[in-house]
């Protein structure tokens, strides 16, 4: 079953490689979207594919890289809609 989750991290995310990591562990289990900085120190991202591998990611979500500190990880289910062709970091 395909799911679309749209997630926002916050705490010490940025400057960690945590956009990094998401797009390698995405790539690596055939998700596709996006990752990318949010100026108020969020990481934001929009990971859809399949169901169980888009909850993988939103795990490693929770922890974040060596060196990060997650203080809240929120995340709106969407239906998926099969809109992105690859997984991308944005800047």
Request: with cysteine; aromatic share 8%; proline share 3%.
């Amino acid at each position: 079953m395909k799911a679309k989750a749209h997630a926002y991290v916050s705490g010490r995310v940025q400057g960690v490689f945590f956009r990094q990591n998401v797009a390698d562990l995405a790539e690596s289990l055939g998700l596709t979207g996006w990752v990318r900085n949010v100026p108020d120190g969020r990481v934001e991202a929009i990971i859809e594919g399949e169901e169980e591998s888009v909850q993988k990611v939103m795990q490693f979500c929770q922890k974040g890289p060596p060196g990060a500190h997650v203080s809240d990880l929120k995340i709106t289910w969407e239906e998926a809609r099969g809109e992105f062709q690859t997984f991308k970091i944005l800047h």
